[in-house]
């Protein structure tokens, strides 16, 4: 008995999550410096991984990391460095010593009371967008139409002409935590912008999925074949 072929789905549903999705490192950090600790790392370590952490968090939340923007800084740091190393050899001038040294005096420690709490109350924030993010901001996509709901109201739809679909990853820091882009919707010869859906997770899955429910709606070669010869006589 011959197997019967899967169908592709008809439909998809997804959710665009606000900035407050990237608290999730923090949330999670409790945990990472337990397991830190358990395999041996010091506090001094686990104290700037933290810091670290947080200072990645913040410019995630608060800046839009591109491409162009991140080489530059990229360039910034490599000149920087470079130029450490020249002072410290033409003029034996340590200046990167003197930084690290700066630091280092601080003594910075990561306080396990202090993680656990914050991390406590960015959780009870991160479940209370995640379930009004759903209810208020949810995608239901088919091969027709796009089309935004709110508490099960549509109160925005996209039906004829929206055929093409691309993503962009305009901030680097959000594809860091959590493959996070924009999906931008066009019309069906994809010279005119429709849509644009921003923060979707995943989005590299996400688009793959969209892609089999839009191509869904095309009729297979042999039909488009036959309603050829039959326009042709």
């Known amino acids: 008995m011959a197997k019967k072929k899967k169908q592709p789905p008809t439909s998809i549903k997804l959710v665009n999550y606000p900035k407050l999705f990237f608290v999730w490192p923090l ?23 933290y810091v670290g952490l947080v200072t990645l968090v913040m410019l995630t939340l608060g800046v839009d990391l591109d491409r162009t923007t991140g080489f530059v800084l990229l360039l910034v740091v490599l000149t920087g460095g470079l130029i450490t ?100 919707v066009y019309s069906a010869n994809g010279d005119k912008e429709l849509m644009t859906i921003k923060n979707i997770p995943f989005l590299p899955f996400v688009k793959k999925r969209i892609s089999i429910v839009l ?3 095309q009729p297979p070669a042999s039909s488009r074949d036959e309603e050829e010869a039959v326009a042709n006589g």
């Open 27 to 49: 949330i999670a950090a409790p945990a990472l410096m337990m397991f830190l600790e358990y395999i041996g790392i010091s506090p001094l370590a686990q104290g700037w991984i």
């Open 85 to 184: 190393r020249m002072l410290y050899s033409e003029f034996s001038i340590d200046l990167f010593g003197s930084i690290t040294g700066f630091f280092t005096s601080l003594e910075v420690r990561y306080d396990p009371h202090f993680g656990v709490a914050l991390s406590t109350l960015l959780l009870g924030l991160f479940v209370w967008m995640f379930f009004w993010t759903r209810f208020h901001n949810r995608w239901e996509i088919t091969p027709f139409e796009f089309k935004h709901s709110s508490f099960g109201v549509v109160d925005h739809s996209l039906a004829r002409g929206a055929k093409a679909i691309k993503a962009s990853y305009p901030d680097l820091l959000e594809v860091l935590f959590g493959l996070c882009g924009s999906l931008h």
């Open 215 to 217: 191509a869904s709606a």
